[in-house]
């Protein structure tokens, strides 16, 4: 997918699996399982998928996955599974090597979405794309070193702190513009100054829709995850998106879905929802 200045991709980095009803918040099992088949441990399986932006001389990465740096008990209560996908195997799959990648846009530093970014190397964790800028709201960086009790097992600190040490962290301010075809929205529901990616040019915009819209079945106003910190944030800030994308047509990408890549959004007399489903960008 073209936009713009910009060759699109998605990367498949593995899948995990949450707990169905932190997941979903307050919507009833019997109605988020019709969609999401929950394990006997109640956990659903969710996508790890990251973004590829790619021009002549930049290779950006969004978000790294979990990254494979855990032990056998993580790997067990999180259900992770490489056997099919990792990020280092899909980026070589497409004849990229780690030293390739310019730069790496962080959402935010939630270990599902950071875990990729470092790799051990002699004993110590370090950055895994060596020669690549990280990009992540400075805002949302104070929030990740001082954390609530409610949030703080979601921020790991050998997943981003090596990028401080290497003095390869750079910091975002608030809604901005990357450059000509990359914004960054920020959010505060889900975590304190989430930043979302809008991609567009004059033909069509997509938006990397990070946790305030994990899955396409987060779409519903109501359907918010337990884990936001602040839920009617994100009640309020769905409705401004998903009211955005219908006007202005845009297509969600969605981190999470282990199904579905993306979707294009309408709005009936039940209220927001998937249009039609891809299980490719398109």
């Known amino acids: 997918m073209k936009i713009g200045k910009y060759n699109l991709t998605v990367l498949e980095t593995g899948t995990f699996a949450l707990d169905g009803g932190a997941m979903f918040g307050i919507i009833p099992k019997p109605l988020w399982q019709k969609t999401n088949l929950a394990d006997e441990k109640n956990r659903i399986t969710l996508g790890a998928r990251c973004l590829l932006l790619e021009t002549d001389n930049r290779k950006i990465l969004v978000d790294t996955g979990l990254g494979k740096n855990w032990d ?19 980026l070589d799959k497409k004849g990229i090597n780690p030293s390739q990648i310019t730069d790496v846009i962080l959402t935010h530093l939630h270990f599902d979405h950071t875990g990729g970014s470092t790799k051990i190397e002699n004993g110590k964790f370090v950055p895994t794309f060596q020669n690549a800028k ?97 839920p009617l944030e994100t009640v309020a800030e769905k409705q401004k998106i998903l009211k955005s994308a219908v006007d202005e047509n845009w297509k969600m990408i969605f981190e999470h879905d282990h199904t579905n890549v993306c979707a294009t959004i309408h709005k009936t007399e039940k209220g927001f929802n998937f249009k039609e489903g891809f299980t490719e960008l398109k």
């Open 72 to 90: 056998e008990k993580f790997n067990s209560i999180y259900d992770v599974n490489h056997q099919n996908f990792d990020l280092i195997k899909s």
């Open 134 to 230: 990280y990009y992540v709201q400075q805002k949302h960086y104070d929030w990740a070193i001082n954390p609530s009790d409610r949030d703080k097992g979601s921020f790991i600190g050998h997943t981003f702190q090596p990028l401080v040490d290497a003095g390869v962290l750079y910091f975002t301010k608030g809604d901005s513009f990357f450059d000509d075809e990359i914004q960054f929205l920020t959010i505060n529901g889900h975590t304190i100054y989430q930043q979302m990616l809008k991609i567009s040019d004059s033909s069509n915009t997509f938006l990397f829709c990070a946790d305030l819209i994990p899955t396409m079945y987060h779409i519903p106003i109501p359907y918010v995850m337990g884990y936001d910190i602040q």
